[in-house]
């Protein structure tokens, strides 16, 4: 059946570095079983500092209060709302034309390894947002809180992103890998389509988070992420250093796995920043910097001869360090190509949202939006819960 009416769609996405809510507008058409899906318009509300720094503190189990996490999950609804209204507005529709919000909301805890209590092992998550203010908001459908269903079933509630990467990214006859470098970095290792294996995905570890900690001390809060890798570039790497920090027991946890600031926050930045006090800041950063780029580039190199990858695609704020960027290269074989997500006509800024868009739309259609093979869940389910 052909759906010559595409259905509009905006993804809400505020992610661990804390920029801001990526607003995504795109439109889904189904010619058959084939979806197809649309960029239209993409644009970012930055947060305050102020408010940068209240959500910051409701990750950090020494700050947080309880009516505060209250608070602040109808003020981001709130948010998340206009974040809605001002890209649809953009793009010269109105809101009676959208069919439906989908938002991630803003992750506070996750916790994937479960712990007993009164008999039960529970793992947990929680994003805020609320999902009832930006529909009596914007008068649309609303999609959210979408980890805790996955997570039912035994999954981590992440990655989510590899669900959307296997339906829209995966290639014929060349494998690939799609790397999305936020406060956190994770990868989709996507076997070509004639192949028996299975997709696999999970976070590598720190991506921006510890490089944008360090940046802020560094420049006493004039800056809040290493631009270009301006910093890092100009800076030596410290190599006794940075293999102790390549102990760090979750790289070698078995996947699939996920982490967040619960591991890898301002807590463990602060206690790296205090170490090795006769190393320069540029030389912090740099170490820090190639700590990201060996992290994701090791764990690709696992997967090419199996996977028959030939080709690394990456999204996320990470894209723009060229430091970084170069590092990842460099650590790759000659023969990878790697690329932006733009190249798939997905740019690296909007992927996350874009991706969110298409999992509320299936939450809508009934379909199973999660990825067992990439979040370890016993079974697909669907995903998400809807503020009519």
């Known amino acids: 059946m052909v759906n010559d009416k595409p259905k509009y769609v905006v993804g809400l996405m505020s992610g661990t570095s804390l920029d801001g809510i990526d607003a995504a507008l795109v439109s889904i058409s189904e010619i058959g079983t084939e979806l197809n899906v649309n960029l239209v318009h993409f644009k970012t509300l930055p947060f305050s500092e102020s408010l940068k720094t209240r959500i910051l503190d409701l990750c950090d189990p020494d700050r947080a209060r309880i009516e505060e996490i209250s608070y602040m999950n109808m003020l981001l609804g709130e948010l998340f709302s206009d974040a809605a209204k001002q890209v649809v507005q953009e793009a010269g529709l109105e809101m009676k034309d959208v069919d439906i919000i989908s938002s991630h909301g803003q992750t506070i805890f996750h916790q994937p390894e479960k712990s007993t209590t009164e008999g039960y092992a529970v793992s947990s998550t929680l994003q805020i947002g609320d999902i009832a203010v930006i529909a009596e908001r914007t008068g649309v459908m609303t999609v959210g809180d979408f980890r805790t269903r996955d997570m039912a079933v035994g999954g981590q509630g992440a990655p989510l992103v590899p669900y959307a990467d296997k339906l829209l990214c995966r290639?014929?006859?060349?494998?690939?890998?799609l790397v999305n470098i936020g406060g956190i970095a994770n990868i989709t290792v996507l076997p070509p389509a004639t192949s028996n294996e299975s997709v696999?995905?999970?976070?590598?570890?720190?991506?921006?988070?510890?490089?944008?900690?360090?940046?802020?001390?560094?420049?006493?809060?004039?800056?809040?992420?290493?631009?270009?890798?301006?910093?890092?570039?100009?800076?030596?790497?410290?190599?006794s250093w940075l293999n102790e920090l390549l102990k760090h027991e979750y790289y070698q946890?078995?996947?699939?796995?996920s982490t967040g600031r619960e591991l890898f926050g301002i807590q463990y930045a602060k206690q790296l920043w205090e170490l090795n006090t006769q190393l320069s800041p540029e030389d912090k950063i740099a170490t820090i910097t190639e700590l990201t780029a060996i992290t994701i580039s090791e764990d690709i190199k696992r997967f090419i001869d199996s996977y028959q990858i030939g080709e690394v695609f990456i999204s996320g704020g990470g894209w723009y360090n060229q430091t970084l960027r170069n590092s990842i290269k460099a650590h790759l074989p000659e023969t990878i190509k790697l690329a932006s997500t733009d190249e798939l006509g997905i740019p690296a800024d909007a992927k996350e949202a874009v991706v969110f868009a298409l999992l509320g739309y299936q939450c809508v259609m009934k379909r199973p939006n999660n990825l067992p093979s990439a979040t370890g869940a016993s079974a697909p389910v669907v995903m998400g819960k809807i503020a009519w």
Do not use: C, Y
Request: hydrophobic content about 35%; charged content about 15%; aromatic content about 10%.
């Open 171 to 177: 290639d014929q006859s060349v494998g690939r890998v």
């Open 200 to 239: 696999l995905a999970f976070d590598t570890g720190p991506g921006n988070m510890l490089i944008d900690a360090f940046t802020t001390w560094a420049s006493n809060g004039k800056q809040t992420f290493d631009d270009n890798g301006e910093i890092a570039a100009s800076g030596t790497v410290n190599n």
């Open 253 to 257: 946890f078995p996947i699939p796995k």
